[in-house]
Nanobody, 125 residues
Framework: VQLVESGGGSVQAGGSLRLSCGASGYTYSSYCMGWFRQDIGKEREAVAAIWSDSGTPYYVDSVKGRFTISRDNTNNTLYLQVNNLTPEDTAMYYC????????????????????WGQGTQVTVS
C-alpha cells in the first residue's frame, strides 16, 4: 500500500492550496479516506474525511467552510482544497485510508486509519 501526498507549500495568510494524494496497492474505491495534520509539538488531528462512495464529507469545526475534501475513484486520488489559510493551519498534512472515517473526526476520535502517507508540509505566514 502506498499513499503519496503532494501540493503542500508556503503561502501567505488568506491563500489557497490544493493537496493531492495518490493511492496504490489496494482497492482504493473500497476505503474511507481522510486528511490529518500535525504541527510540531501537537497531536495529529483529523481535518476531513470522506466515505468510499464520495458520500457526505466530514470536517473538523476549525476548517468547515474553508477546506473541501473530494476523491476521484477512477484515478485513485484524494484531494483537499484549502482556502483562506491562517497561520494556525501550518502543519504536516497526511493522507490516510481506513474503514470508519466518520469516527476520526469525533472528539475523542473513534478508530484509526489503516494506512498513512508520508505527508506534505503546509506553512502559512
Amino acid at each position: 500500500v502506498q499513499l503519496v501526498e503532494s501540493g503542500g507549500g508556503s503561502v501567505q495568510a488568506g491563500g489557497s492550496l490544493r493537496l493531492s494524494c495518490g493511492a496504490s496497492g489496494y482497492t482504493y474505491s473500497s476505503y474511507c479516506m481522510g486528511w490529518f495534520r500535525q504541527d510540531i509539538g501537537k497531536e495529529r488531528e483529523a481535518v476531513a474525511a470522506i466515505w468510499s462512495d464520495s458520500g457526505t464529507p466530514y470536517y473538523v469545526d476549525s476548517v468547515k467552510g474553508r477546506f473541501t475534501i473530494s476523491r476521484d475513484n477512477t484515478n485513485n486520488t484524494l484531494y483537499l482544497q484549502v482556502n483562506n489559510l491562517t497561520p494556525e493551519d501550518t502543519a504536516m498534512y497526511y493522507c490516510a485510508a481506513g474503514t470508519f472515517c466518520s469516527g476520526w473526526i469525533r472528539s475523542p476520535p473513534i478508530g484509526r486509519p489503516l494506512y498513512w502517507g508520508q505527508g506534505t508540509q503546509v506553512t502559512v505566514s
